[in-house]
T-cell receptor, first 119, second 113 residues
Framework: GAVVSQHPSWVICKSGTSVKIECRSLDFQATTMFWYRQFPKQSLMLMATSNEGSKATYEQGVEKDKFLINHASLTLSTLTVTSAHPEDSSFYIC???????????????FGPGTRLLVL | AQSVTQLDSHVSVSEGTPVLLRCNYSSSYSPSLFWYVQHPNKGLQLLLKYTSAATLVKGINGFEAEFKKSETSFHLTKPSAHMSDAAEYFCVVSAGGGNKLTFGTGTQLKVEL
């Protein structure tokens, strides 16, 4: 259980184009999903928190107009990198948190990641 | 505020020998603590989690971790390393009932024959 998928697994695009990455929770409903960015040999950096039916909450320093997040349903969140540039090249990982309260509700289940290369 | 420190950026062990990956945390609240593993070019897989129940937590693939409040530690151990354990390991803390996870900088585990 608690499987999260991402699509595509990797993408190459030209500078100036937009790229959409999908994150799906396959066997549970996720009211909250998270988007992270990971640079080579570094830890994960939280970009934004995505809540179903409301606007995403972005971390300080993350451009919301650059990284558009849409949490369309309880099982799908999308990240669109708009007008991509080479410096946007990175490994993007999403996670989803099952609903429910109590301790341990912070547990997040991660997707396999999407590697973006902008030429 | 919460933070987590992974004391070793790289650990190298021989196959069949014990594994110890060290993690210390700081939190203003009673924390939940997690260990995740990441294989190359893959997402993160949850190994185990501590959420205020038993202080010795058993996870998948023979890993376990012990929550020690007096030492603010949550070290990850495994009695006998396997080649397939070679990966990056992240210690993660969550506290205060918030949504966010705070990640350590990771420990690269190398397993040699």
């Amino acid at each position: 259980g608690a499987v999260v998928s991402q699509h595509p697994s990797w993408v190459i695009c030209k500078s100036g184009t937009s790229v959409k990455i999908e994150c799906r929770s396959l066997d549970f409903q996720a009211t909250t999903m998270f988007w992270y960015r990971q640079f080579p040999k570094q830890s994960l950096m939280l970009m934004a928190t995505s809540n179903e039916g409301s606007k995403a909450t972005y971390e300080q320093g993350v451009e919301k107009d650059k990284f558009l997040i849409n949490h369309a349903s309880l099982t799908l969140s999308t990240l669109t990198v708009t007008s991509a540039h080479p410096e946007d090249s990175s490994f993007y990982i999403c996670s989803a948190r099952p609903p429910g309260g109590g301790r341990g509700r912070e547990t997040q289940y991660f997707g396999p990641g999407t590697r973006l290369l902008v030429l | 505020a919460q933070s987590v420190t992974q004391l070793d950026s790289h650990v190298s062990v021989s196959e069949g020998t014990p594994v110890l990956l060290r993690c210390n945390y700081s939190s203003s609240y009673s924390p939940s603590l997690f260990w995740y593993v990441q294989h190359p070019n893959k997402g993160l897989q949850l190994l185990l989690k501590y959420t205020s129940a038993a202080t010795l937590v058993k996870g998948i693939n023979g890993f376990e971790a012990e929550f020690k409040k007096s030492e603010t530690s949550f070290h990850l151990t495994k009695p006998s390393a396997h080649m397939s354990d070679a990966a990056e390991y992240f210690c993660v803390v969550s506290a205060g009932g918030g949504n966010k996870l705070t990640f350590g900088t990771g420990t690269q585990l190398k397993v040699e024959l």
